[in-house]
């Protein structure tokens, strides 16, 4: 069964009110009833009217205060209002119109006109609610897509920077005891990204594509890589070639991630004095992720057992970057690891090698 078209009939005079509910009752709709603006404004919320009969002359609020009011509320504009006035009253019908008022009658309106006018703006009213449950439905299912994109793009990401991980892994797999080295240092370096003012995507960024920073160590002899002892000068010069390796291990992506990981495996070796390689960059000629990445690297290595050295202490460890303040490293990012030691220290202890195969929570990773 049809629902009934809600009238509010509108107007200071009681007989006028009567006269018009019983005309409207008569064709079947549902009558309301207020004898002011204010009491009006309260019944439009309160009942939510399909057409409103409105009297312009009236006490505390007037039919074109009420009009003006309604007409700016979004949620209530699309209301019909049919102005009800005297026949020589023009200058109040143009005013109305002007606020926004849909249409007029003149006291007493003729049965037939005002049932036709009445009858008319129902079914505006009722196209607009249509239109506007249409408008609210979409909307609704835009969301509901967007969340479910969101989440497909969250889950393939996540899927996709695991990987990394895991590939990243296989360059130091053969180092038992850095089976958490990946995750410690890249989350240092996402901590001192944050600190020094990097927004939340390219701190992530950084956390995801650091791993990458040793990928080229794949193309080193195992008699070299794992060797206990130091290091002849010819040795030496293969080993630095893994920062090339995994340059080329890296390039030519259209992944940002991996982009950026060409970008660090290439440069985190350089140094803030020059005496770095591959290319022996100086200062901020070496990309700010890589220096940060070189940063995060030699503490955790640091503090790290390594195939031909012990780990240091914390205390020693933080020694010698401050030692490397200006030599090694950049001096303003040294100042930056500094003031976020407390961070640091929880990741190391969060992150602790246990000699087992470790897997990446992506989802707990980041800062």
Known sequence: ????????????????????EDILISQGYKVFQACDGIEALEKVKKISPDV????IQMPKMDG???????????TLKLIPIVIVTGLDDMQSRVEA??????????????????????????????????????????????????????????KLKHASLETIYRLSRAAEYKDEDTS?????????????????????????????????????????PDKILLKPGKLTSDEWKIMKQHAVF????????????????????????????????????????????GRITALADVFDALTSKRPYKKAFSEDKAFQIIEEGRG????????????????????IKQQYKDNGKSILFNLASDSP
Request: glycine share 6%.
């Open 97 to 154: 119109l002007k606020l926004g008022a849909d249409d007029f009658l003149t006291k007493p309106p003729h049965v037939a006109e005002l049932t036709a006018r009445i009858r008319s703006l129902v079914k505006v009213k009722a196209y607009n609610d249509h239109m506007i449950e249409d408008k609210h439905r979409l909307e609704e299912e835009v969301a509901k897509r967007t969340r479910q994109l969101k989440e497909a793009h969250e």
């Open 64 to 74: 074109l205060e009420v009009t003006k009011r309604m007409k700016a509320d979004e």
């Open 180 to 220: 958490a080295h990946l995750q410690r240092m890249s989350n240092y370096a996402a901590a001192i990204a944050h600190k020094t003012g990097l927004d939340n995507g390219k701190a992530e960024a950084l956390l995801y594509a650091s791993p990458m920073h040793d990928i080229g160590k794949i193309g080193i």
């Open 246 to 289: 995994g340059g080329q291990i890296l390039e030519d992506s259209d992944s940002d991630f991996i982009s950026l990981g060409k970008t660090i495996a290439l440069t985190h070796h350089e140094k803030w004095d020059g005496s770095g390689y591959p290319k022996g960059l100086t200062g901020k000629e070496i990309p700010l992720e």
């Open 327 to 346: 030599t090694h490293f950049d001096p303003e990012l040294v100042d930056t690891f500094f003031q976020i030691k407390d961070q640091v220290l929880h």
């Open 52 to 55: 409103i009969l409105l009297d």
């Open 1 to 20: 069964m049809q629902e009934q078209a809600k009238i509010l009939v509108v107007d200071d005079e009681q007989r006028n009110r009567t006269a018009l």
